[in-house]
C-alpha cells in the first residue's frame, strides 16, 4: 500500500523565488493537511484540505498557499521566498474517522539562499 | 486544544521496556491521546491511539489512567533502530488537523 508522496524530496531555491511542493496522499484519504517544521518552531500548521476546500489555515503569511485537486492530490506555494522559509515541509493524510491518526509523507526539505 | 508535558529526553539500553509518560491535564472528554514517532528529516509516524485503559498493537502499548490525565507509552524490548522522538498528541479524532499540536517530544536514545 503506497504511503504519502511528496515530490520533490529536496530544493533549493534563491530568495525572491517562488517553490511549488506537490502531496499525493494515501489512496482513499481525502484530507490533507500542510506543516512547516524547523528546530527553533517545531511543527507548525499551514492549512488543511478537504475534498478541495481550504477547512483551515495557520499563522502564515499570505505567500503561503496551497489547493486541493479532485483527486485529492495537493500543491502547496510559497512566493517570494525568504530565508526562513527553509524548512521541512511536511504533508499528512487521514480517513475522515482518523482511527490510524495521520500518516506523513517524508517531506521536501527546502533551502533557501 | 490540551496541552501536554513529556520529559525533553530518555535513554534505554537495548532488550529494555521504556515508558514515556506524557502528562495531559485538561483534557477534554472528547480528547483521545495518539502517540508519533519521528526519525531525522522524516514524517512524524503514528504509533498508537487511545482513549482509556489500556491499548496494545503490534509496536506498542499504551496506558491511560481512569482520570486520563497522563498516559505512558511503553516499548517493549527496545532496539537500536527505536532512537527517535516520540510525541504525544492530545484532540478530538473528528476535530481539525489544526490540533496536530507537536511540542518537543522526547528525544529516546537506545544505547549498545
Known amino acids: 500500500k503506497a504511503g504519502v508522496t511528496q515530490t520533490p524530496r529536496y530544493l533549493i531555491k534563491t530568495r525572491g523565488q517562488q517553490v511549488t511542493l506537490s502531496c499525493s496522499p494515501i489512496s482513499g484519504h481525502r484530507s490533507v493537511s500542510w506543516y512547516q517544521q524547523t528546530p527553533g518552531q517545531g511543527l507548525q500548521f499551514l492549512f488543511e484540505?478537504?475534498?478541495?476546500?481550504?477547512?483551515n489555515k495557520g499563522n502564515f503569511p499570505g505567500r503561503f498557499s496551497g489547493r486541493q485537486f479532485s483527486n485529492s492530490r495537493s500543491e502547496m506555494n510559497v512566493s517570494t521566498l525568504e530565508l526562513g522559509d527553509s524548512a521541512l515541509y511536511l504533508c499528512?493524510?487521514?480517513?475522515?474517522?482518523?482511527?490510524?491518526?495521520?500518516?506523513f509523507g517524508s517531506g521536501t526539505r527546502l533551502t533557501v539562499v | 486544544l490540551a496541552k501536554t508535558t513529556q520529559p525533553i529526553s530518555m535513554d534505554s539500553y537495548e532488550g529494555q521496556e521504556v515508558n514515556i509518560t506524557c502528562s495531559h491535564n485538561?483534557?477534554?472528554?472528547?480528547?483521545?491521546i495518539t502517540w508519533y514517532q519521528q526519525f531525522p528529516s522524516q514524517g512524524p509516524r503514528f504509533i498508537i491511539q487511545?482513549?482509556?485503559t489500556k491499548v496494545t498493537n503490534e509496536v506498542a502499548s499504551l496506558f491511560i489512567p481512569a482520570d486520563r490525565k497522563s498516559s505512558t507509552l511503553s516499548l517493549p524490548r527496545v532496539s537500536l533502530s527505536d532512537t527517535a522522538v516520540y510525541y504525544c498528541?492530545?484532540?478530538?479524532?473528528?476535530?481539525?488537523?489544526?490540533?496536530?499540536?507537536f511540542g518537543s517530544g522526547t528525544q529516546l536514545t537506545v544505547l549498545p
Open positions: 485538561n483534557i477534554a472528554t472528547n480528547d483521545y
Open positions: 487511545g482513549y482509556k
Open positions: 484540505y478537504f475534498s478541495e476546500t481550504q477547512r
Open positions: 499528512a493524510s487521514s480517513f475522515r474517522d482518523r482511527d490510524k491518526g495521520y500518516t
Open positions: 498528541l492530545v484532540g478530538d479524532k473528528a476535530g481539525s488537523a489544526r490540533q496536530l499540536t
